[in-house]
Nanobody
Framework: QVRLVESGGGLVQPGGSLRLSCAPA????????LYWYRQAPGKERDLVAG???????NYADSVKGRFTISIDNAKNTGYLQMNSLKPEDTAVYYC??????????WGQGTQVTVSS
């Protein structure tokens, strides 16, 4: 199995910021595409943001203007910058990386809790 190293979650107050990161363990492949999903308790796993190999981004309406997805090619690491966090953003966040051959790999998830 290919393992992804996902980190950056934690507890933050409403209005705060977090940056999630995701990278292939051991740098065993180059990131071609990045997707971030989240799953709140009792809810389905939903796509939050994605960036394609052509650099095209898309965001869920609920996070537009607040979240930014990016790939640092030099570091071979994907990010999700989350600003102006709201309690409804509370969820486990999962990254999914795609390599140049179309293979996709899931991260283990990281908990984001937004609470005062």
């Amino acid at each position: 199995q290919v393992r992804l190293v996902e980190s950056g979650g934690g507890l933050v107050q409403p209005g705060g910021s977090l940056r999630l990161s995701c990278a292939p363990a051991g740098n065993i492949f180059s990131i071609d595409a990045l997707y971030w999903y989240r799953q709140a308790p009792g809810k389905e796993r939903d796509l939050v943001a994605g960036i394609s190999s052509r650099g095209i981004t898309n965001y869920a309406d609920s996070v537009k203007g607040r979240f930014t997805i990016s790939i640092d090619n030099a570091k071979n690491t994907g990010y999700l910058q989350m600003n102006s966090l709201k309690p409804e953003d509370t969820a486990v966040y999962y990254c999914k990386l795609g390599d140049a051959y179309g293979h996709e790999y899931w991260g283990q998830g990281t908990q984001v809790t937004v609470s005062s």
